[in-house]
């Protein structure tokens, strides 16, 4: 009764007042007319389905931001508020946005200096700002502890100890996280390090070194953003429209040289399995933390919500050709969702299932076009970086991942921000073991330091899987084992969060606490 109560409370904060009134339908277990269709058509007139609007434009770069150095610090001023975006070509779509009317400025920063980010909330209810993947004091997290009230500001100050690597900054609201990323906000963050600098890698921003925020939406026909609307949207918010940095399928115009992408998905729920049009092979050189410590061959990389992925492809031959960036998510759906007991019952693109015509199917994310000659002259080098190995002794600490009466847990518990889950030792290296117990898949991701996985049911991970890692896919009925240290910033009173990045789910009490001390 009581999960009943606080899901339905919370469906009825995400939705506004007639949300409050589906979401007692579905908690009664009613099926439900769509919301869509009874707003006159739902997304269905508008829909390019999984391939490249033909009116889609070029790629927005969001602006680069390093801050301004002051006395003390290097210090960023971020303020989020409400605005309207032209996120498919023509229509008007109300989002939020840092310092903008959707997402926010790339904030660029340096290992070894200190920071001050001030967040200005005006978008007319509380929200946070966590820095995800950052390694600092629990209380800068910006995790739901950390709330910023309407019309009130927020200062997180720390000393960057990231090594170079692509991070980003979302509200961790308790309960709204799902509804204010899908409304716009999140943005990247670059660090730097001496190590990368000395690497020759494409580092023109917007120009050979390009971040990508890929990210899928539905909307109403009235052009507002669909959010929650649908019964098996509780499973994980999936819109039928692809959007990179804020607009659908857009044309990156590239020069013929070695160029980086820095991929993030920013998607409350969708994965990606990015390849490229003439199936090329590529090369990773980062995952979530770092660089990895060489380069990794690749022709499709797997990418769930939260996790990064630098990649290096060579267009040095492809002078005034293009290409597409695409999900294979055909490739993979049957590894990611389960089929039997719930999967088959409810896959399969059919009405309240946990996949969708485009996990079905291959479909665009964007093209590029390679309209100049070199502008660079980047490499790809042998040696990227140097990973430590780590060791533990201690017994595993287990974490099982499931969905209990339309509750998702985390060991069979429902998230509190009154209880402390996990009390860990300052200094301790530890391995942590997830097990995913549930038909679907869920990206775990923790807070406050970068992990190294061990095993996948047992066997080492892919090279590319082998470098600094926030967040890992854990597929139906895996267990994953990642080491971590734990290796300052103790504090009795401020937890870390962990927690699926499926929004919904986190929304959901998908989420468990620790603090180090
Ligand atoms: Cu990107 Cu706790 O989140
Ligand atoms: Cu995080
Ligand atoms: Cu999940």
Redesign the pocket.
Same mark, same amino acid.
């Given at each position: 009764m009581a999960q009943s109560l606080s899901r339905r409370h919370f469906l009825a904060r995400a939705l506004g007042a007639t949300g409050a009134m589906v979401a007692a339908r579905i908690t009664a277990g009613i099926s439900l007319p769509l919301l869509a269709s009874a707003c006159g058509g739902g997304s269905a007139a508008l829909s390019t389905l999984g391939t490249i609007n033909p009116n889609a434009g070029t790629l927005p770069i969001p602006p680069l931001d390093t801050g301004t150095v002051g006395a003390t610090a290097r210090v960023f001023s971020l303020t989020m508020q409400p605005g309207t975006s032209e996120l498919i070509p023509g229509v008007q779509t109300p989002t939020l946005g840092y310092n903008g009317s959707l997402l926010g400025p790339t904030l660029r920063m340096r290992l070894g200096e200190d920071v001050e980010i001030g967040v200005t909330n005006t978008i007319g209810e509380t929200t946070t700002t #966590?820095w #995800?993947?950052m390694h600092l004091p629990a209380v800068m997290d910006g995790g739901p502890h950390q709330e910023i009230p309407n019309g009130t500001s927020w200062t997180a100050r720390f000393t960057v100890r990231n090594q170079a690597s692509t991070l980003w900054y979302h509200p #961790?609201t308790h309960g709204r996280t799902g509804v204010q990323v899908f409304q716009g906000l999140a943005g990247m963050i670059i660090v730097d390090d001496a190590n990368a600098d000395g690497l020759n890698l494409p580092s023109d921003y917007g120009v050979d070194d390009i971040p990508l925020v890929i990210q899928d939406r539905r909307f109403q026909s009235n052009g507002n953003l669909d959010y929650l609307s649908q019964m098996h949207d509780q499973l994980g918010m999936k819109g039928d429209r692809i959007l990179v940095n804020g607009k659908e399928t857009p044309t990156l115009n590239a020069p013929a040289q070695w160029v980086r992408l820095r991929i993030l998905n920013g998607s409350n729920a969708r994965i990606y399995h990015l390849g490229f049009s003439d199936n090329r092979s590529f090369r990773q050189i980062a995952s979530d933390g770092g660089l990895l410590t060489t380069p990794v061959t690749l022709n499709r990389v797997l990418l769930s919500p939260?996790e990064r992925a630098e990649i290096m492809v060579d267009l040095s031959a492809d002078l005034n050709g293009s290409l597409t960036l695409r999900s294979y998510s055909s490739e993979v759906v049957n590894s990611l969702y389960m089929s039997g007991g719930m999967g088959s019952g409810m896959g399969g693109g059919g009405m309240g299932g946990m996949t969708d015509t485009l996990d079905n199917s291959d479909f665009d994310i964007m093209s590029i076009r390679v309209d100049r000659a070199a502008v660079n002259n980047p490499t790809l080098p042998v040696t990227l970086n140097t990973i430590p190995t780590l060791t533990a002794s201690a017994p595993d600490r287990l974490f099982t991942l499931e969905r209990r009466m339309g509750t998702f847990t985390i060991n069979n518990k429902a998230m509190d921000l009154n209880r402390i889950d996990e009390t860990i030792t300052l200094g301790a290296t530890e391995v942590w073991q997830v097990t995913n117990n549930h038909a679907m898949p869920h990206p775990f @991701?923790i @807070?406050d330091e970068l992990f190294q996985i061990l095993t996948r049911n047992g066997v080492a991970p892919p090279a590319n899987e082998r470098g600094w890692k926030?967040t890992v896919l854990l597929k139906p009925r895996e267990v994953v084992r990642f080491i971590v240290q734990f290796k300052d910033y103790a504090d009795a009173t401020h937890p870390f969060?962990y927690h699926c990045h499926i929004l919904e789910h986190e929304d959901n009490a998908m989420m468990g606490q620790f603090v180090v001390v």
């Open positions: #966590h #995800h993947g #961790h939260g @991701h @807070h926030d969060m």
